[in-house]
């Protein structure tokens, strides 16, 4: 498994913009697709983006869809998440993960990071 660490959360408000960092410990990083999820108090955890090996391809939820964007650097071992025009319902803690299964579901990821609080005020 990969061993993935998140940073950057914190507290800002509506409007503003955060950028998320996940760095990974192995060398086979740039193998992976790695994937963004949230989950906010009282829900379950969902999917929010997600960026190919060589980055060539993106994806994102239909909620984020403009406003952040996700990207890697394998040569760092790191993906980001640069999030813009930040909602209140954004406030959630932030996971990093890598995929081992084709898909965008929770089970396709066998490799999760602590995760991230970021909370967004009104």
């Known amino acids: 498994q990969v061993q993935l660490v998140e940073s950057g959360g914190g507290l800002v408000q509506a409007g503003g913009s955060l950028r998320l960092s996940c760095a990974a410990s192995?060398?086979?990083?740039?193998?992976?697709?790695m994937g963004w999820f949230r989950q906010a108090p009282g829900k379950e955890r969902e999917f929010v983006a997600a960026i190919t090996w060589s980055g060539g391809s993106t994806y994102y939820a239909d909620s984020v869809k403009g406003r952040f964007t996700i990207s890697r650097d394998n040569a760092k071992n790191t993906v980001y998440l640069q999030m813009n025009r930040l909602k209140p319902e954004d406030t959630a803690v932030y996971y990093c993960?890598?995929?081992?299964?084709?898909?965008?579901?929770?089970?396709?990821?066998?490799?999760w990071g602590q995760g991230t609080q970021v909370t967004v005020s009104s």
């Open positions: 192995e060398r086979t990083f740039s193998s992976y697709t």
């Open positions: 993960a890598a995929q081992e299964i084709a898909g965008t579901r929770d089970a396709d990821f066998g490799s």
